[in-house]
Nanobody
């Protein structure tokens, strides 16, 4: 069983920045691929960013490319999402997700590919 706990959400003005963090339990964090997803009111959950087990490769949805940065610290069992140049359309609940049986070097962009999810953290961007 893996527990994921997100933190760092809140209210921010358009153009501002927020850093989300996700702390994972367990002793095999370096074997997990990690991802961030988001869900806005009335919309389906969508992929935001993912990072490989080692952290060597990342991938983003087009709408956040160049503004968001995903990173991980395998020594601390954490994954982060630095969100810059925020827009009102980034408003959503953001979820951290873990794929526990991840192939080294592969990136996972679909929600069904992930085994565990955090409870979510709200990010609200005001115009």
């Amino acid at each position: 069983q893996v527990q994921l706990v997100e933190s760092g959400g809140g209210l921010v003005q358009a153009g501002g920045s927020v850093r989300l963090s996700c702390a994972a339990s367990g002793r095999s964090f370096s074997n997990y691929a990690m991802g961030w997803f988001r869900q806005a009111p009335g919309k389906e959950r969508e992929f935001v960013a993912t990072i490989t087990r080692s952290g060597a490769s990342t991938y983003y949805v087009d709408s956040v490319q160049g503004r968001f940065i995903i990173s991980r610290d395998n020594a601390k069992n954490t994954v982060s999402l630095q969100m810059n140049s925020l827009k009102p359309e980034d408003t959503a609940v953001y979820y951290c997700a873990a794929r526990t049986y991840a192939s080294n070097g592969l990136l996972y962009t679909r929600a069904r590919e992930y085994d565990y999810w955090g409870q979510g953290t709200q990010v609200t961007v005001s115009s």
